[in-house]
């Protein structure tokens, strides 16, 4: 068995390598990652290109390999199907426990709807007041008024890419601070 310490150096191994192959092939991750989830998926572009880094750090590619970039590749292709596998599973659990008439949200629609828009008011309140006003005005475009993101970007005169990236960005804070929030 080996010791914690050997441990330690191995997960700093890791993270160390996956630095060193993020520094040297960011652009092609990226683009890789771009092409595998299509155009209409780049809200979740962050998302997965940090998912990435943490799956390298966690195995970084075997010193033997010869083509880091083929070795990269099918990386993101694996991480990118198991992760959109991993959400049928929950989309379908969701429906199913949906479809059972106990667990349905439809049950006292009135009654429910008040608490529910006040709730809403308050965390885009706070989502105005802890995140800078491009991100908190992306966010509110998106999921408050169901907004695109090309018609967010028109709206904010920016580009697409920027939109993910201020939406990726915020929903990131908010989620830290709610954890800091709960502890």
Avoid: W
Avoid at 10 to 17: E, L, S
Avoid at 64 to 93: C, F, G, P
Avoid at 120 to 140: G, M, P, T, Y
């Amino acid at each position: 068995m080996e010791s914690p310490s050997t441990d330690k150096n191995n997960g700093m191994h890791g993270i160390n390598a996956a630095t060193a192959i993020f520094a040297q092939y960011e652009q092609f991750i990226r683009a890789v990652i771009c092409s595998k989830i299509g155009h209409q998926a780049y809200e979740y572009e962050e998302d997965i290109f940090q998912d990435f880094f943490l799956s390298l750090a966690h195995k970084p590619p075997p010193d033997d390999v010869k083509n880091i970039k083929s070795y990269l590749y099918r990386a993101i292709t694996h991480d990118i199907m198991d992760a959109i596998h991993r959400m049928n599973i929950y989309r379908d659990r969701l429906e199913k426990y949906s479809e059972q008439p106990e667990n349905s949200i439809n049950i006292t629609k009135s009654q429910i709807a008040f608490i529910y828009d006040e709730d809403i008011d308050r965390v885009f309140k706070l989502i105005e007041k802890r995140l800078l006003c491009s991100q908190s005005r992306a966010i509110i475009l998106r999921y408050k008024y169901g907004y695109e993101i090309k018609e967010i970007a028109k709206e904010m005169c920016i580009d697409s890419k920027s939109v993910s990236k201020y939406i990726s960005v915020g929903l990131k804070k908010i989620r830290q601070f709610f954890s800091r929030k709960t502890r």
